[in-house]
């Protein structure tokens, strides 16, 4: 990754609620970063995590 960048792949094969999957993902960043920091993050629909009105990561699901 570039100097200051994290970068990360995940393969998951979930067996029920794919639909809820990107949310899900979001909902485990923000509650990881959160109880490891100070920060209070903010989900924006469907991929964003903000701080300060500044976007702090974005991932990207695909669901085969």
Known sequence: STKGGLYLS???KPKKDI???PLKIALAI???L???TTLELK?????DIF????KLA???DFLF
């Open 19 to 21: 639909q809820l999957l």
């Open 10 to 12: 995940v393969y998951l």
């Open 34 to 36: 959160e109880a490891l």
């Open 58 to 60: 974005v991932f990207v």
């Open 43 to 47: 989900i924006k629909w469907p991929n």
């Open 30 to 32: 923000v509650k990881t």
């Open 51 to 54: 701080f300060n009105k500044s």
